[in-house]
């Protein structure tokens, strides 16, 4: 039995030393072979996937592009593309194996703004610079890391950049119905600092995320003091669709605004909410009014021909973001993820909607690190029944 | 709106949503009364029963009426498949833990049915077209049209169940089983035929409850799994194997839920059936009107 013990305490002496040398590699740094950069996103289902699949399809392009003129400092890209499900769990696996094994220097795709929030955590810690192009809790750049890079607008930014069309309709009372999610609460949080500094009372009405029926909580939305004139709903589940049908059904008859896009684009929209779809504004950051760069342009041919559909505003923030990476590597002439995250820092890029600069505000806790401010948004009203973005009225600016 | 107007309103709903609710908890009872088995599933045949009806009127173009009962047969045969084929082993004595057996094959079995639905449907929100648009007026309070169809339903349905148990040959059998096996079969009930009977039965009842609930939550892969809790809730404070226990403990969770969600806090809706549940757990463990053990 000690004979047995003593062996097993050898062993492990022995091979300790390699077990943490497997762990611990850095990641990146390799000087041959191609540059691989991760993608984790969302592939299956019930995640959103079609998302995902964009995503994918946006970085392949830019990929090929690249590789079709020679490469980075001679050496050909590869996407490193794997399913996060959608899940926190999975995401982070996904992102550490990234790191460890396939020696990732950047990280570009993460979708879901819980899952990238612990993706952009563990690329944090281990170093590899991580960018953002469509994930809006806030929490994700206000940690202050210099790997998290954020191209995407945020939660607090949308609700300040909705402000001056607040303003401009008079609302005095808004209500925000928040899904009991990071996003939703995130977002009445925002919503709630920003409007008040400019004399507009907010009330929230937090519902867990998955309720089927909003209508309780709208008939006492309908019979606050003083009257409600806009309900905004923060929600990514199945409410956003029954909240205005239920709202309406209630008899509210306030103005009604989503807190992102979905109406422009979610076929489900009008199959679900119907008539009480109409007239329901939207916020977005794309439209006909939408000013392109030529990079910009030629992205937009480029991937309508490739796959047979325009690109949505993410996927032009996400192929800004692919190019920078690249734009950062050539700068330092080396594929060291830290040496890239530097460059990142005080790039300025000609991006497909605007110039790119991240700007940082040292107060902690402060959203604004690493993040660009550049986005240029649109309020978006549908005025018949079926009408997706491109057709849909542009009521702000 | 006075706050009593508010206060009539909320209630009216949380009764009406609580006699849909009140469905999913009879028909686990029934299966828990009569099988002693644990049914994990029959939150996914509600979300089955949804998709059924919402599948016979967008490919068949059948109207709702119609397609409400056709879907409802269709998952009691289902049901029957399903008892026939992963619970008979547990209740002809082969499996040595009956109960464990069930909840881990129909835990199973509910897994399985939500991949089916995304497979086949996609994981997108579906909606069946309104039942009764706009609101109906009754006396005072004013309450959507789908809610009232889907409340008439489900009293409708939760009265022909209890005549049907009270007042019929079969019926009379399963009481029978329920409340002393050995006896019934001593006496000539077919135990097994009355045990899919009794399972393919409440599998449509939840169908049923899913189709009719479906106007108003729209139909997607996972929305058995409130309806499936709530069930459990309803058995609890109920009490498990009365038929009245569902009913009465079906509002009383749709009341607790709605007023609560209004007057409290809406974030915490789910949390006031738990609360409900457990005082009853602390204060009348059988429920309402369950057996004491």
Not at chain 1, 65 to 87: F, P, Y
Not at chain 2, 196 to 205: K, N, P, W, Y
């Amino acid at each position: 039995m000690r004979r047995a013990l003593l062996l097993w305490v050898a062993c492990l002496l022995l091979f300790a030393p390699l077990l943490t040398a497997c762990g611990a590699q850095p990641g990146g740094g390799q000087e041959t072979g191609p540059i691989k950069i991760g993608v984790p996103t969302p592939l299956s289902p019930p995640a959103d996937y079609k998302a995902g699949e964009i995503n994918v399809n946006t970085v392949k392009l830019a990929i090929d592009e690249i590789n079709k003129q020679g490469g980075v400092l001679g050496r050909q890209l590869e996407a490193v593309i794997m399913d996060d499900q959608g899940d926190t769990a999975t995401g982070v696996n996904v992102v550490t194996k990234m790191i460890t094994e396939d020696k990732v220097v950047a990280i570009v795709g993460p979708w879901h703004g819980s899952v990238a929030l612990a993706q952009a955590k563990v690329a944090a810690e281990k170093q590899v610079p991580i960018l953002l192009h469509y994930s809006w809790p806030d929490e994700i750049t206000a940690m202050h890391s210099d790997y998290v890079f954020r191209v995407s607008p945020y939660n607090s930014q949308i609700a300040q950049l909705l402000m001056p069309f607040i303003l401009q309709k008079g609302y005095k009372h808004i209500v925000v119905m928040a899904e009991d999610s990071s996003y939703g609460t995130g977002f009445a949080d925002g919503m709630t600092k920003v409007a008040q500094a400019q004399g507009v009372q907010v009330t929230t009405r937090v519902f867990p995320a998955q309720s089927l029926d909003l209508s309780p909580q709208l008939l006492e939305v309908k019979s606050l003091t003083p009257p409600v004139d806009l309900l905004l709903i923060a929600a990514v589940y199945q409410p956003m669709y029954l909240i205005p049908k239920q709202a309406r059904e209630v008899g509210l008859t306030c103005d009604i605004m989503a807190g992102w896009d979905y109406p422009g684009w979610s076929p489900e929209y009008w199959q679900t909410t119907g008539e009480a779809g109409v007239g329901v504004y939207y916020p977005t950051f794309y439209s006909s009014k939408l000013t392109l760069t030529p990079l910009g342009k030629h992205f937009k041919d480029a991937y309508t021909a490739a796959y047979g559909h325009e690109p949505p505003i993410y996927a032009y923030f996400l192929y800004d973001e692919v190019m920078m990476v690249v734009e950062a590597i050539k700068k330092v002439g080396s594929a060291d993820p830290t040496k890239i995250a530097q460059a990142l820092k005080t790039m300025e890029f000609e991006g497909t909607t605007g110039t790119i600069k991240f700007e940082s505000h040292d107060t902690p806790g402060d959203p604004v690190w690493n993040q660009w401010l550049g986005q240029q948004i649109f309020i978006m009203r549908p005025t018949q029944v079926g009408q997706m973005q491109d057709q849909a009225e542009v009521v702000w600016p | 709106m006075s706050p009593f107007h508010l206060f009539l309103e909320i209630l009216a709903r949380g009764i009406a949503i609580g006699t849909v609710y009140a469905l999913m908890g009879l028909g686990l009872t029934l299966i828990f009364g009569v099988m002693r088995v644990i049914n994990f599933a029959q939150g996914e045949f509600y979300m089955v029963g949804a998709y059924t009806v919402f599948s016979l009127m967008q490919n068949l173009s059948l109207p709702f009426y119609v397609a409400l009962p056709l879907g409802m047969g269709l998952v009691f045969g289902l049901g029957w498949a399903v008892e026939q084929i992963l619970l008979r082993p547990a209740l002809a004595g082969r499996i040595d833990n009956p109960m464990e057996y069930s909840l881990i094959i129909t835990f199973a079995l509910s897994i399985l049915l939500q991949k089916l639905a995304i497979l086949a449907f996609g994981p997108f929100y579906q909606k069946i077209p309104d039942l009764l648009p706009g609101n109906i007026r009754l006396g005072l309070v004013s309450i959507p049209g789908n809610l009232l169809v889907a409340m008439l339903f489900a009293t409708g349905l939760i009265a022909v169940v209890t005549l049907f148990i009270a007042r019929t040959k079969t019926g009379r059998a399963w009481r029978a089983i329920a409340q002393c096996l050995p006896g019934a079969c001593i006496t000539g009930v077919r135990i097994e035929r009355h045990g899919a009977l009794v399972f393919a039965l409440s599998t449509a009842l939840a169908a049923g409850a899913g189709a009719v609930l479906a106007p108003i939550t729209l139909i997607f892969p996972t929305v058995g799994s409130a309806a499936l809790v709530k069930g459990y809730e309803i058995i609890a404070i109920g009490g498990l194997g009365s038929i009245p226990g569902s009913l009465l403990g079906g509002i009383l969770l749709g009341i607790a839920e709605t007023l609560g969600s209004v007057y409290l806090n809406s974030a915490y809706k789910d949390v006031y059936g738990f609360a409900l549940l457990m005082l009853f757990l602390i204060f009348r463990p059988r429920g309402l009107f369950g057996q004491s053990a």
